[in-house]
């Protein structure tokens, strides 16, 4: 399970920096710092991420 998690959270991440990286590329100016990881990015992430527990991606549902 702390695979999963950790799957589940390394994607999220990724999401939100290919979001950043979009944006730029788009000419909006935009830090780094100014990332932040909120529930949609887990949500999508748990959508492309099947954890081997089914519960999880259950109980992010119920958030």
């Known amino acids: 399970m702390g695979a999963d998690l950790a799957a589940v959270c ?26 932040v990881l909120t529930q949609a990015y887990f949500k999508t992430a ?10 999880l991606a259950e109980e992010a549902d119920e958030l």
Do not use: F, Y
């Open 46 to 55: 748990l959508e492309e991420i099947r954890p081997e527990n089914a519960n």
């Open 10 to 35: 390394r994607e999220a991440a990724t999401i939100a920096v290919r979001e950043h990286v979009q944006a730029q590329t788009e000419g909006v100016a935009a830090a780094v710092e100014d990332i």
